[in-house]
């Protein structure tokens, strides 16, 4: 009579750790997204020569201005979406010091064929 509880304990007991992962799917979790989020649309509106305050309408405030580089500004968003892997997309502009006109632009998103042809 002892054996038989013992069969039906161990496959409960195994099914019920084995079941952590799962349960932890079950328990709900909040979508955090942080920082600027910039789309490929708006990046395609940049153009050399661009004023600071220019890049600032086009894409926003950055989400970075180093001390001591106030020439380059960095549009960071991170998104992580419940149980699923985070996403990160970096964006970085360049201003030239003596015209604070905008100059270069680099990060995980790609510069329109026009950015080197001035608005004017």
Known sequence: M?????????PFALTIL??????ER?????DIAQG?????????????GMT??????VLGSPMLV???YPDTW??????????DDSVQKNFIVKFSPQTQALTEASGDF???????????
Do not use: A, M
Request: glycine fraction near 4%; hydrophobic fraction near 35%.
């Open 52 to 57: 600071k305050e220019q890049v600032q309408f």
């Open 74 to 83: 960095y549009y960071i968003y991170h998104f992580t979406h419940g149980h």
């Open 110 to 120: 790609e510069l329109s064929p026009d950015f080197n042809t001035p608005l004017n």
């Open 36 to 48: 600027n989020y910039i789309e490929q649309p708006d990046v395609d509106k940049l153009r050399i």
């Open 2 to 10: 002892h054996f038989k509880k013992w069969i039906l304990i161990i």
């Open 26 to 30: 079950l328990v709900y979790r909040i």
């Open 18 to 23: 084995s079941g952590c992962s799962v349960l």
């Open 66 to 68: 180093e001390n001591g």
